[in-house]
C-alpha cells in the first residue's frame, strides 16, 4: 500500500576521503488522510546497518499532499572494501508498521580505493592556487555577463524520464521547479514513474530560470478487493518471514543448549573421577587393607552417587532439550498451518478470479439473450397492434356505410309509412262515401 512517495535527489553519492557521504530524501504523504510516519533502513549484503545513521527522525504528523525531508548520513569504517554498495528506506505508519508501509527503490553510494595511486594534477600541487584563482576570475566574468545579458534557453526533452533525472536536466538547463505547483501525475500504465508530458513543450526558447511542469505516469487505483488481497498476503509473507526467524533463533538455542549440556556432564564425570582418584591413592599411602577396603567401599558410594548426579543432570538436560524441541515442532506445524493458509487463499483467489469471470459471461449473455427476447416481443406486439389497427379500420369503415345504409332504409320506409297512411285515408274516405 502506497502511503508516501520517497524521492532521492542524487541516487548515486561517493564517500569521501574520510568515508562520510549523504544522502537527501524527499516524503511526500500521497494518502486522503494524516499520518505518523517513521522510518527504517533495509540494508542490501554487504552493506551493514552500522554504517547507516538517520540525522533527523521523522517521527511526526504529515498532513496530506504535504513534504518532509530525511537525511541518512554514512560513515563507512577505514578497512572497508571499494565497492558500489546500496539500501532501501523504508516508510510505515505507526499504528500499522506491518500494513501501511511504503520502500523506496535502491539508493548506492559508492567507496573509492585508497590505495590508487594520485594522478599527475595531485603531484604538481604548485600550480593548484593559481589555477584556482584564475578559474574564480572566468566564474565571476561569466556570471556577470550571465547576470547582466537577458538569455534565452532551448526547453529540454523530459518525456520517458524519470523524476531525479528529469529534475538534473531541469537544474542543469538553469530553468525552474516547485514541486508543490509544477508537479502533477496521470494515469499511464505504460510509462510509471516516467515523465509522460511537459509544459512549455520541448525546443522552445523561454527565459531563464523560468518555471516548467511535468507530468508523471502513474499506475490506476486499486479497487478495494485488490487491496485488501496485497495488504493479506504482505501480513502474511511477514508472518513467515517471522516464524522463519523464530525457528532459526530456536534451532541455535537448541544446538548450543545440547553442546553446553555435554560439555557440562563430561566435565562433572572428570571432576568426580580425579577426585575419587586422588582420594584412593592418599588411602592407599596412609591406611591399612582394612581401611583400603572401606575406602573402596566409600569410592563405589561416591561413584554410585557421582552416576546419579549425572543421571539427574542428564535427565534435567533431556527434559530441557524436549521442551525445547516442542516448541520447535510446535512452531513448525504453526508455519506448515500458515503456509496451508497461504494456499488456501491463493485458491480462494483463483477460484474468485475464475467464478468473476464466468458471472461477467454469464450476466453478459443472459443480458442479450433477454434483449433479443425483449425485441423480439416488441417487434411481435407492433405487428400484432398493425394488424388489429387495420382490422379496426376496415371494420369501421363497414361500419360506417352500414349505417349509412341503415339511415337510407330508414328514411324510405318512413316514407313508405307516410304514403301507406295517405292511401289508408283515401281508402277511408272512399268507403264512407259509398256507404
Request: net charge positive; hydrophobic share 35%.
Amino acid at each position: 500500500m502506497n502511503l508516501v512517495t520517497i524521492n532521492e535527489v542524487k541516487n548515486a553519492v561517493t564517500c569521501s576521503s574520510d568515508g562520510s557521504a549523504e544522502h537527501v530524501f524527499n516524503i511526500k504523504n500521497t494518502s486522503n488522510s494524516s499520518l505518523k510516519i517513521d522510518c527504517q533502513i533495509l540494508t542490501n549484503a554487504p552493506t551493514q546497518e552500522d554504517w547507516l545513521n538517520i540525522v533527523n527522525l521523522p517521527s511526526q504528523k504529515l498532513e496530506p499532499s504535504t513534504i518532509t525531508q530525511i537525511s541518512v548520513q554514512i560513515t563507512v569504517p577505514e578497512d572497508c572494501a571499494s565497492d558500489n554498495y546500496s539500501y532501501r528506506l523504508r516508510i510505515f505508519d505507526t499504528k500499522k508498521p506491518g500494513e501501511r508501509f511504503s520502500e523506496s527503490h535502491a539508493v548506492y553510494f559508492k567507496v573509492p580505493d585508497k590505495n590508487a595511486p594520485k594522478s599527475e594534477e595531485d603531484k604538481k600541487c604548485k600550480w593548484c592556487i593559481p589555477a584556482a584563482i584564475a578559474a574564480t576570475l572566468m566564474i565571476s566574468i561569466t556570471l556577470t555577463a550571465w547576470f547582466l545579458i537577458p538569455a534565452k534557453i532551448l526547453v529540454p526533452d523530459l518525456t520517458n524520464m524519470s523524476f531525479n533525472k528529469a529534475i538534473m536536466a531541469i537544474s542543469k538547463n538553469q530553468l525552474g521547479f516547485d514541486e508543490k505547483n509544477n508537479f502533477k501525475t496521470i494515469v499511464s500504465e505504460n510509462n510509471i514513474n516516467k515523465v509522460v508530458k511537459q509544459d512549455p513543450p520541448a525546443n522552445v526558447e523561454i527565459e531563464k530560470g523560468a518555471f516548467i511542469t511535468i507530468w508523471i505516469g502513474q499506475n490506476r487505483k486499486l479497487t478495494k478487493l485488490e487491496l485488501q488481497l496485497t495488504e493479506q498476503t504482505k501480513a502474511l509473507s511477514l508472518a513467515l518471514k517471522q516464524e522463519k526467524d523464530k525457528n532459526k533463533t530456536l534451532q541455535k538455542k537448541y544446538q548450543s543448549d545440547v553442546t553446553r549440556a555435554k560439555k557440562q556432564v563430561l566435565k562433572n564425570a572428570d571432576i568426580t573421577r580425579t577426585k575419587a582418584l586422588a582420594n584412593l591413592t592418599v588411602s592407599l599411602k596412609i591406611q591399612n587393607k582394612r581401611e583400603l577396603a572401606k575406602q573402596k567401599s566409600v569410592y563405589q558410594k561416591q561413584q554410585k552417587q557421582a552416576l546419579s548426579n549425572l543421571q539427574s543432570i542428564y535427565k534435567t538436560h533431556k527434559n530441557k532439550i524436549s521442551t525445547v524441541v516442542s516448541k520447535y515442532e510446535q512452531q513448525q506445524q504453526k508455519l506448515q498451518r500458515t503456509i496451508r493458509s497461504m494456499k488456501g487463499l491463493n485458491k480462494f483467489i483463483t477460484r474468485l478470479s475464475k467464478d468473476a469471470t464466468k458471472r461477467r459471461n454469464k450476466t453478459k449473455t443472459m443480458i442479450i439473450n433477454s434483449l433479443t427476447r425483449a425485441k423480439m416481443k416488441t417487434n411481435t406486439i407492433v405487428s400484432i397492434y398493425n394488424n388489429r389497427a387495420i382490422y379496426f379500420r376496415s371494420f369501421l369503415g363497414q361500419l360506417r356505410s352500414l349505417t349509412e345504409f341503415n339511415n337510407k332504409r330508414i328514411s324510405e320506409i318512413v316514407v313508405a309509412s307516410t304514403n301507406q297512411q295517405k292511401i289508408v285515408k283515401e281508402l277511408r274516405l272512399t268507403l264512407a262515401q259509398s256507404r
